[in-house]
């Protein structure tokens, strides 16, 4: 059965300092791998996903994750850090043939 | 443009009773899907809807809950009988359906289900 692991509930980061947010899965076979963000009061927001190809992916607002095979792990980046990149964030993993697995979730609080 | 919208945003309940949970999705997306998400949990996938295929019903986590969609439009989510531990936020999301599961998934508001 596949899983994801969020290992840290809450990721503390000083404005402007480089961010990491942690995902490492299991599966057996070739992932796909998602990020997801949830900003306070609402929705769930697409950030990027891994398919294939280039194992560094690029998504929206400035965010980056790279696809590491050998240690199954799809952690989410960016350079500096704003404030209003506090939220929560979810990696997910798809295997063809069964459903989406969410990690629980880590909030990011990004300190002025 | 319009988003996934859910209603209503807020449900409270009676333990025994039952619910329903609605979705909009965007218009023109084919796939749908339903979560549940528990307090200080990750997204629990329930249901997953694409077209006219039979929807993949592997994740309902009982018979008490149920699921349809209307063409490629609303769909309702309904628990019976509530239980305490069905207390959670129901999210909806929809996307294209080019891809399958590996599209990028739109995500409403979610519903909040209290049952007392």
């Known amino acids: 059965a596949q899983s994801v692991a969020q290992p840290e509930d809450q990721v503390n980061v000083a404005e402007g300092n480089p961010l990491t947010v942690k995902c490492t899965y299991s599966?057996?076979?070739?992932?796909?791998l998602f990020w997801y963000v949830q900003y306070p009061n609402r929705g769930l927001q697409f950030l990027l996903k891994?398919?294939?190809?280039?194992?560094l992916v690029k998504g929206s607002y400035g965010f980056e994750a790279e696809f590491n095979k050998s240690q199954t792990s799809f952690h989410l980046k960016k350079p500096s850090a704003l404030v209003s990149d506090s939220a929560l964030y979810f990696c997910?993993?798809?295997?063809?043939?069964?459903?989406?697995?969410f990690g629980t979730g880590t909030k990011l609080q990004v300190i002025p | 443009g319009a988003g996934v919208s859910q209603s209503p945003s807020n449900k409270v309940t009676e333990k025994g009773k039952d619910v329903e949970l609605r979705c909009d999705p965007i218009?023109?997306?084919?796939?749908l899907y339903w979560y549940r998400q528990r307090l200080g949990q990750g997204l629990e996938f329930l249901i997953y809807?694409?077209?006219?295929?039979?929807?993949?019903k592997s994740g309902l986590p009982s018979d008490r809950f149920s699921a349809e969609r209307t063409g490629e439009s609303v769909s309702t989510l309904t628990i019976q009988r509530t239980q305490q531990e069905d207390s959670a936020v129901y999210l909806c999301?929809?996307?294209?359906?080019?891809?399958?599961?590996?599209?990028?998934?739109?995500f409403g508001p979610g519903t909040r289900l209290t049952v007392l």
């Open positions: 999301a929809s996307s294209p359906g080019l891809a399958g599961v590996t599209d990028t998934q739109y």
């Open positions: 599966v057996s076979g070739n992932p796909y």
């Open positions: 891994y398919i294939t190809g280039d194992n």
């Open positions: 997910a993993v798809y295997m063809p043939y069964q459903k989406v697995t």
């Open positions: 218009s023109g997306h084919t796939a």
């Open positions: 809807f694409q077209g006219n295929s039979a929807p993949d």
